[in-house]
């Protein structure tokens, strides 16, 4: 174990003893941030694949940039915030919910998502893709299993799912229409995951633990600790159906383990883990041009139907110097991809800022809207060392989807 490994672990041995404090939130952003990098780093230290490599000092000073501003960002918030009253967290738990929310129009707002969701469903399968879980080579389906315009529909099962919890949690009397809508959630979810698409399922589980901790009492320990097994369970079982053990040690030789193959299991998760890390600071200083927002505003570029264009024409590589199958080069790679030094200091720093106030809002007024805001917040920091989530078009139309729900559903915006 290197010095970096041990100042890593140690840092975040510290995170966790600063959680056990009773009135410590163990879920504010500097703390689930830091410790996040700061175990990923210390893993990606060990090098325990041939395909990792020692980083230059070069790489380790681009790499930190983006991290660094972010918490600076962060800090400005906290400064700004010192003095503002905060909500305890026991307090928030009894008001997030207590907001008049209009649960007609929520009912039927799942019921539409719902809708729309079977016919983007049924529009991918009507044009002759086939369902990945049944088909003769479900990696191949997977990735065709879509189309444009129509398919977004396919990601309503995270505006479903959320909404839904949120309907059973608010309302105590409508019995009938909550088993309908656990049903309907039940129904997408499954059907989705025979698409064997795993990150958006694991969104919802992210987000539906979030939003429960922070408006509930349900989450317990014991509570918590079956449903992370079950995800556990299910992304193995996704891994798995693609060749069973036969991949897992295909994936271990490819992967160039240096541990046993008794241990070849953990090959997949601790790879996830680690080379965005290594393909970003192998990428970082072999880059010679800049895209100027190509990457950072995915979303729009989509939208316009002109993505593929504009990569052929300017002839774009999006994994540019991969060492391995492993494609994700962690979400600052993208600022930089963009901007340069400059997008992995300055949109850190701001998206930062955001999220503090993000999160100081939400202490202070606790509504339903700010609380659904940090959630996502929150969601984007934990996989902040994997991706840059918020540039897909399929998460852009949920957040877009998430907002004009919740303008739909609160009373404050329903004029009589």
Not at 130 to 137: T, Y
Not at 343 to 356: A, D, N, Q, R
Request: aromatic share 20%.
């Amino acid at each position: 174990m290197t010095v970096i490994s041990i100042i890593c672990f140690f840092i975040c041995l510290l995170v966790i003893l600063d959680c056990l404090r009773s009135s410590a939130d163990i879920l504010s952003p500097a703390r689930v941030f830091g410790f996040i990098w700061l175990l990923a780093l210390g893993l990606a230290e060990f090098k325990l694949s041939k395909l990792q490599h020692e980083w230059t000092s070069e790489s380790w000073f681009l790499l930190l940039i983006g991290p660094a501003a972010f918490l600076v960002g962060l800090y400005i918030a906290y400064i700004l915030n010192i003095g503002s009253p905060q909500t305890p967290i026991s307090r928030m738990r009894n008001q997030v919910l207590a907001q008049s929310i209009n649960l007609t129009r929520l009912f039927w707002l799942i019921v539409v998502l719902f809708v729309l969701f079977i016919v983007g469903y049924a529009s991918i399968v009507l044009i002759g893709r086939e369902v990945p879980l049944f088909a003769d080579k479900p990696g191949a389906a997977r990735v065709k299993f879509q189309i444009f315009g129509l398919g977004l529909f396919l990601h309503n099962v995270i505006l479903i799912t959320i909404f839904s919890l949120i309907y059973c949690l608010a309302d105590k009397e409508h019995k009938l229409r909550k088993r309908l809508l656990i049903i309907l959630s039940l129904v997408s979810s499954l059907m989705y995951i025979v698409t064997m698409q795993r990150f958006q399922i694991l969104m919802i589980i992210i987000i539906g633990l979030i939003f429960l901790y922070y408006s509930t009492r349900y989450l317990r320990l014991s509570a918590v600790v079956p449903i992370l097994l079950i995800a556990v369970l299910f992304f193995y079982w996704i891994s798995t159906w693609r060749g069973g053990e036969l991949f897992i040690y295909w994936l271990y030789l490819t992967s160039k383990m240096k541990f046993s193959q008794d241990y070849a299991i953990f090959t997949e998760p601790y790879m996830y883990l680690v080379m965005n890390l290594e393909n970003y600071s192998r990428s970082l200083s072999r880059l010679e041009s800049f895209s100027f927002g190509y990457y950072t505003f995915d979303f729009v570029v989509a939208l316009t139907g002109m993505k593929h264009w504009l990569a052929e024409y300017f002839t774009l590589d999006d994994t540019p110097y991969l060492i391995s199958g492993y494609n994700t080069y962690s979400t600052f790679w993208w600022f930089y991809r963009d901007y340069g030094i400059l997008g992995i200091t300055f949109i850190p720093l701001l998206s930062g800022m955001v999220t503090g106030w993000i999160y100081y809002l939400m202490r202070r007024i606790s509504s339903l809207g700010w609380t659904l805001s940090y959630c996502v917040a929150l969601f984007l920091i934990l996989f902040s060392f994997y991706n840059n989530m918020i540039s897909y078009l399929w998460f852009f139309y949920n957040i877009v989807g998430l907002y004009f729900g919740y303008k739909i559903i609160n009373k404050k915006n329903i004029t009589t």
